[in-house]
């Protein structure tokens, strides 16, 4: 089994080095946009590209993943939306189980039905406990998994799921509050979860700015996912990730 991102994740979190991802969704990004990105992304050592989306409907995912790895060596991780969304020419996947959701087909359902493909694939799996909270308003992800987000001043709903997720042996932990929420993560909630956890922690939704991103790493993230923000304007991508690495040495 190929263990070489989730090492990295996990040396990174042990020296308290912060690392930033640039989500690309295939939807929202023409050949245009992605050689920018790639050139942006690469000249400020991003850390990983994640492609994928809550709702695809065009069919440029393998493309872009191609591209990507063509044209960088910087990792490329699937973030699905639902398994049509994996392809084996990535580096590696985040296996993502739904834990704040009460919705069986994205807690274990569609993982069953994948398992074999996944399993040929060949790409590195990342078992991550994937929490959305609430972001101030609905998002794809809230209205397509059709399960209630945690309540975004429950941080004590969050801990709990995070921890239950690790002892599950999730070796991840996602906390989304969706792709362009209105409100990131509150900053207390992440501190309460940080604490609590011994797994990577990724944080994303409604980052929009190095400011914020810098906050997050401060209150415990490890990982910062931008995707809507760097589609509006990828020169964002150079500031942001300019910032994490200057917040890794706080
Ligand atoms: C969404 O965490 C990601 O799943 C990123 O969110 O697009 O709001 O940056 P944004």
């Known amino acids: 089994m190929k263990n070489q991102i989730y090492q990295q994740l996990c040396t990174a979190r042990n020296q308290q080095k912060k690392s930033f991802a640039v989500l690309i969704d295939p939807d929202k990004t023409d050949n245009q946009q992605l050689e920018k990105i790639i050139v942006l992304g690469k000249k400020a050592q991003v850390d990983y590209w994640f492609v994928g989306g809550s709702l695809i409907v065009s069919n440029y995912l393998e493309q872009i993943v191609l591209e990507l790895k063509a044209k960088s060596n910087i990792p490329v991780v699937l973030f699905p939306g639902s398994p049509s969304q994996v392809t084996p020419r990535a580096d590696a996947l985040l296996y993502l189980s739904l834990i704040s959701g009460r919705n069986p087909e994205l807690l274990i359902g569609q993982h069953v039905l994948s398992a074999q493909t996944v399993k040929k694939s060949g790409l590195e799996i990342l078992p991550t406990g994937y929490m959305i909270i609430d972001g101030g308003a609905p998002t794809t992800v809230s209205y397509i998994s059709n399960a209630a987000p945690i309540p975004s001043n429950k941080n004590e709903i969050a801990r709990c799921t995070a921890l239950a997720g690790e002892m599950l042996g999730m070796k991840l932990i996602y906390m989304d509050a969706g792709s362009g929420a209105q409100n990131p993560i509150p900053l207390e909630m992440i501190q309460d979860v940080a604490t609590q956890i011994t797994v990577p922690l990724i944080v994303g939704g409604g980052i929009t700015t190095p400011a914020k991103a810098v906050e ?14 760097i589609e509006k304007d990828p020169g964002l991508i150079t500031e942001i990730s300019a910032a994490i690495k200057d917040s890794s040495s706080l």
């Not at 990982?223 to 923000?229: K, P, Q, R, T």
């Open 216 to 229: 997050n790493c401060k209150a415990g993230a490890n990982l910062i996912v931008v995707g809507n923000a």
